[in-house]
């Protein structure tokens, strides 16, 4: 899952950034308001973490301007500030949550994973597609009982995938979701990813759930019956 970390203070965002990329996000770094909105505006995000006192234009202000231009992404709210009005207007301008600085990371992690849930269908910690399990909150995963051990992007690339279990997600998506600005969408990187977890999640079981829908992308499905151009 990709995520937009919006804080002015270079070495808070160094270790916020390095702290939930260990935990298999991608983040991308804004230093203030006008340079959120231009990425919020040219890159698909699934989660926005806002500090409110920025350069140029204040979190209020960002916020704001997000819900006019109708983005639904969650916003997370940081900020030094604790009076009841600030909280107040933050949730008022569009924010979705509000963490009060200085805070326990854990908590913030908790809380991301909590935005992440919400959407059209709450999703549970727990994600299940055949003998596939994938526990979202512990980040472990089993497969017909049978631990698996995935690497920190592995991770992040099957979560999308079982997220999204039954759609055909493409290329674009999955570089839009799970790496971060850097990643160069003419190289084979999700390919190699794709054919890593295979070898993990389906080698040696009966029903492959990593399938290739060939000139669109890639759907995850427990389902044996195939489709056009799968």
Same mark, same amino acid.
């Given at each position: 899952?990709?995520?937009?970390?919006?804080?002015?203070?270079?070495?808070?965002?160094?270790?916020?950034?390095?702290?939930?990329?260990?935990?298999?996000?991608?983040?991308?770094?804004?230093?203030?308001?006008?340079?959120?909105?231009?990425?919020?505006?040219?890159?698909?995000?699934?989660?926005?973490?806002?500090?409110?006192?920025?350069?140029?234009?204040?979190?209020?202000? /960002?916020? %704001?301007?997000? @819900?006019?231009?109708? *983005? &639904?992404?969650?916003?997370?709210? +940081?900020?030094?500030?604790?009076?009841? #009005?600030?909280?107040?207007?933050?949730?008022?301008?569009?924010?979705?949550?509000?963490?009060?600085?200085?805070?326990?990371?854990?908590?913030?992690?908790?809380?991301?994973?909590?935005?992440?849930?919400?959407?059209?269908?709450?999703?549970?910690?727990?994600?299940?597609?055949?003998?596939?399990?994938?526990?979202?909150?512990?980040?472990? /995963?089993? %497969?017909?009982? @049978?631990?698996?051990? *995935? &690497?920190?992007?592995?991770?992040? +690339?099957?979560?999308?995938?079982?997220? #999204?279990?039954?759609?055909?997600?493409?290329?674009?998506?999955?570089?839009?979701?799970?790496?971060?600005?850097?990643?160069?969408?003419?190289?084979?990187?999700?390919?190699?990813?794709?054919?890593?977890?295979?070898?993990?999640?389906?080698?040696?079981?009966?029903?492959?759930?990593?399938?290739?829908?060939?000139?669109?992308?890639?759907?995850?499905?427990?389902?044996?019956?195939?489709?056009?151009?799968?």
């Amino acid at each position: 899952m990709r995520i937009l970390l919006v804080e002015d203070e270079a070495r808070a965002a160094r270790m916020l950034a390095k702290g939930l990329r260990e935990h298999t996000y991608a983040v991308d770094v804004a230093a203030h308001g006008e340079e959120a909105l231009y990425q919020a505006g040219v890159n698909e995000y699934d989660l926005i973490i806002l500090d409110i006192m920025l350069p140029k234009i204040d979190g209020f202000e /960002v916020c %704001r301007e997000l @819900r006019a231009q109708g *983005l &639904t992404i969650p916003v997370l709210m +940081l900020t030094a500030r604790d009076a009841v #009005r600030d909280r107040i207007t933050g949730l008022d301008v569009g924010a979705d949550d509000y963490l009060t600085k200085p805070f326990d990371f854990y908590e913030l992690l908790a809380r991301v994973r909590a935005l992440l849930r919400r959407g059209q269908v709450l999703h549970s910690d727990i994600i299940t597609v055949a003998d596939l399990e994938v526990d979202t909150r512990a980040r472990l /995963v089993t %497969r017909a009982g @049978r631990s698996v051990e *995935l &690497t920190s992007k592995e991770y992040a +690339l099957l979560e999308y995938l079982v997220r #999204r279990t039954g759609e055909v997600v493409s290329r674009a998506e999955i570089g839009e979701h799970v790496w971060d600005v850097d990643f160069d969408p003419f190289s084979n990187l999700i390919e190699v990813f794709i054919l890593r977890l295979r070898r993990k999640i389906d080698y040696g079981q009966d029903v492959k759930l990593i399938r290739t829908v060939r000139g669109t992308g890639y759907r995850l499905a427990a389902t044996v019956e195939r489709e056009a151009g799968e």
